[in-house]
């Protein structure tokens, strides 16, 4: 029972001083001193890497969310004869729920666990202890870069995954299940409000990008450089950002649309 | 080794997001449809607004004319005050305009019908709206039934 | 402590975790001379590169370079002093994704000012120097083992060090590959007049070009002094190491109970 209490108190104990470490180095990461020339292009770098190459998943799954939102929505809606609001039932879900959480989990599977390895490897092969011998901050040179592009790519990623996803519901609910197109957008028009919605669903994404862009770089960045420390960082790093993120959109939603 | 297809693939993935989130603006928000002219405020006074929200439309003849900004209780007269943005494409609703609580089908959400009246002066910004009829209650409602039951027997 | 020591040590304690690596550790590093690092494996030699480099600071005692105490700089000192050193990784530790040419530029890209044509002499020199003039336009990845490591080498000689470390740098050459780095290591040092300091578990090709050998065992040093003194030494400790007889001081079972204690 004692050792039990002890075992709490232990991983409690790490896991707050892991939370400082991952502070301090997001810190020295952004606030460093900078030199924004070569940085800004080490940035865009990084936003073709986890951005761009994201854009094929995220663009298929966004149609597909879109496409089984519209069929479900449709059947349900039908009960009421309301089905003239699927286009506020689409347009609303993915522009305040679907489209900043779906798009996050996507996005640290696909970029997330990238950068975790990619950095870890780049650990592992010394190559970040050979930029500090050489004099060069590899927080400034590797990590702030990639933690960049990830804070800007996300919530692109997830205006792309929004709006392919209405598309997607059009298709199904106008184009196949014969819903009046005319009434679907203007419903969706209508009951849609750009700051409520739209701006508030990207301020969820940004807080999401922040968060599991920097859980995958210090999950990179403090792995232990082995194989098997690589691969056990890589699967941290997805199930903890996946874990924040939901955690995280309850409290944005309870503060955002908690009222309405 | 700084490639130009990089460089150009980058800058279309922005100009994506850009694109998204007009379209989200303009299409699915309908961003552009209102204020565009301006608005103007007018407001009316309720004796209950239950059910009603802010944001929630105004329309008059079915059509979407402006939304409620804001719900406030007036305690001199112990009645609501709904504040109303009404687009300056609608600028022509007589004095004697009344404004009603409605609610959207059978389930659906509460909103403000407005029916113009004949009177040849036009409401202006700030104007209050006296002749309304307010939401209907359904307690209320299968209270006044059961009552009139009773009487009848 | 001689005025011609570039690195000195004093009476530094680290441990890792709850290991303890050193306890009391005291050598020094002549200026413009080779130094090897030698001693059974697991007793930290590349350690003591690190903490020479600043990567990682002792528990106790004082590490200075060039008579400044290291652990005490601040971040940006530090970065200052280390361009005044090059570090060859055991594993070249190459950027991955730049290729030769701007691998071995990337340091006088970050350090310098200088113009593109510039640099494009100096990496091309750097790289004669270490025969792979030829690769400039190669990655990495399409280089063997001991060519990365050359590269590497060209890399941490580009700002024109006082001081370069090996960590481990024939460890896995074919005889052609150790040779060619065993006279590089050489060459440089005299041309250069660098002061080398070789981490290295090949004993008699390492002592073979070293004019200073430092040989750690048990958490300290068990000798400090010239070759030959160390092949004439009494001391069983540097006679196992030297003889590689599989007992002696350094014992070959890892410390545990009695075997008849353990099966009953």
């Known amino acids: ?260 | 080794m700084y490639s130009r297809r990089l460089e150009l693939s980058v800058g279309a993935f922005v100009l994506l997001g850009a694109l998204c989130l007009a379209f989200l603006a303009l299409e699915v928000s309908g961003l552009a449809s209102t204020g565009d002219n301006g608005t103007y405020r007018l407001s009316a006074r309720f004796d209950n607004v239950a059910g009603l929200t802010t944001r929630a439309k105004v329309s008059a003849a079915g059509v979407t004319v402006g939304r409620v900004v804001g719900i406030r209780y007036d305690k001199a007269t112990a009645a609501a005050i709904v504040d109303m943005e009404i687009s300056q494409d609608f600028a022509e609703f007589s004095e004697d305009t009344s404004a009603s609580i409605l609610t959207a089908g059978l389930l659906g959400e509460k909103y403000i019908g407005l029916s113009t009246g004949g009177d040849p002066n036009n409401l202006a910004d700030g104007d209050m709206i006296y002749d309304t009829q307010s939401a209907i209650v359904l307690e209320e409602l299968i209270g006044k039934f059961l009552l009139n039951m009773s009487s009848e027997k | 402590m001689t005025a011609s020591a570039f690195v000195e040590i004093e009476d530094v304690g680290f441990r890792r975790d709850r290991r303890v690596i050193y306890d009391g550790l005291n050598a020094t590093v002549p200026r413009g001379k080779i130094t090897a690092i030698v001693g059974p494996s697991g007793t930290g030699k590349t350690t003591l590169l690190r903490l020479i480099g600043g990567q990682l600071k002792p528990e106790s005692g004082d590490v200075r370079v060039d008579g400044v105490s290291v652990q005490s700089l601040k971040r940006a000192e530090l970065f200052q002093l280390r361009k005044r050193m090059g570090m060859l990784f055991q594993s070249g530790a190459l950027f991955a994704e730049l290729s030769v040419f701007e691998n071995v530029a990337f340091p006088l890209r970050v350090h310098t000012d200088l113009d593109d044509e510039l640099i494009r002499l100096i990496v091309l020199m750097k790289l004669e120097a270490v025969g792979l003039r030829g690769a400039v336009d190669l990655v990495p990845s399409e280089l063997s083992g001991g060519m990365q490591r050359r590269v590497a080498l060209a890399r941490a000689i580009a700002l024109d060090p006082e001081m370069i470390m090996y960590d481990e740098p024939f460890a896995g050459q074919d005889p052609i590959g150790l040779g060619v780095l065993l006279s590089l290591v050489k060459q440089l040092n005299q041309a250069l007049g660098l002061t080398s300091l070789v981490v290295s578990h090949d004993l008699q090709e390492t002592l073979s070009i070293a004019d200073h050998v430092i040989m750690i065992a048990n958490n300290r040093v068990a000798f400090e002094g010239s070759p030959a003194v160390m092949q004439s030494s009494n001391d069983p400790l540097v006679q196992q190491f030297l003889h590689g007889s599989p007992d002696g001081p350094v014992r070959f079972h890892f410390p545990a109970p009695a075997l008849e204690d353990a099966l009953s």
């Open chain 1, 1 to 260: 029972m004692i050792d039990w209490i002890a075992g709490v108190g232990r991983s409690t104990l790490s896991q707050v001083s892991d939370l400082g470490r991952a502070s301090l180095m997001l810190m020295q990461a952004i606030f460093g001193r900078s030199n924004v020339g070569v940085y800004g292009r080490l940035t865009v770098d990084q936003i073709y890497a986890v951005g761009v190459l994201s854009l094929s998943i995220i663009i298929v799954s966004g149609l597909f969310i879109g496409m089984v939102l519209g069929l479900q929505g449709y059947t349900i809606l039908t009960d009421y004869g309301s089905e003239q609001a699927l286009g506020q039932m689409v347009a609303l879900s993915l522009t305040r729920e679907l489209g900043p959480v779906v798009t996050a989990l996507l996005f640290a599977g696909r970029a997330g666990s990238a950068l975790t390895a990619e950095i870890g490897l780049m650990k592992a092969t010394e190559q970040l202890a050979s930029l500090e011998m050489i004099g060069v901050d590899p927080l400034r040179r590797v990590v702030a870069p990639r933690f960049w592009a990830g804070v800007i790519s996300l919530p692109i990623l997830s205006l792309i995954f929004v709006s392919v996803g209405c598309l997607g519901g059009a298709l199904v609910g106008v184009s196949w299940l014969g819903v009046d197109s005319g009434s679907f957008w203007a419903n969706m028009q209508a009951s849609v409000d750009f700051f409520d919605d739209v701006f508030n669903g990207m301020i969820k994404s940004v807080v999401f990008a922040i968060v599991v862009t920097w859980i995958a770089v210090y999950q990179g960045y403090d792995l232990v450089p082995t194989s098997e420390g690589i691969a056990r960082a890589t699967t941290k790093t997805v199930v903890y950002a996946s874990l924040a993120v939901l955690g995280l959109d309850f409290f944005l939603t309870a503060v955002m649309f908690g009222e309405i």
